[in-house]
């Protein structure tokens, strides 16, 4: 039996009361992960975080796309740092 590692956007968009066409401009946008199959677009679930997280952007804050690009590239350029300074400290640490 095939294990599916994706949701089909329409199944998603009805569970958020959302419109499919959101998803396909996140697409569209860069912004997020689409794959077709069978022709019917599915996302990855390691990208459900990233969507809701978009969608959260969007909905409570009403920011648009450009500026959930902006926001999402910040915060991948702090991600990385965080990571990159605890790497840092870890070798500082070791030649303390």
């Known amino acids: 039996m095939e294990q599916f590692n994706y949701i089909a956007v329409k199944d998603f968009c009805f569970s958020h009361g959302i419109n499919t066409q ?31 997280k978009i969608l959260r952007l ?13 926001i999402s590239e910040l915060l991948d350029r702090i991600e990385f740092m965080h990571k990159e300074n605890i790497s840092l400290r870890n070798k500082l640490r070791f030649y303390e």
């Open 58 to 70: 969007h909905a409570d804050l009403n920011i648009n796309l450009e500026g959930i690009a902006v």
């Open 22 to 52: 959101f998803i396909i401009e996140l697409y569209e946008f860069g912004l997020i992960e689409v794959i077709t199959k069978e022709n019917e677009e599915y996302i990855l679930y390691e990208e459900l975080p990233n969507v809701e």
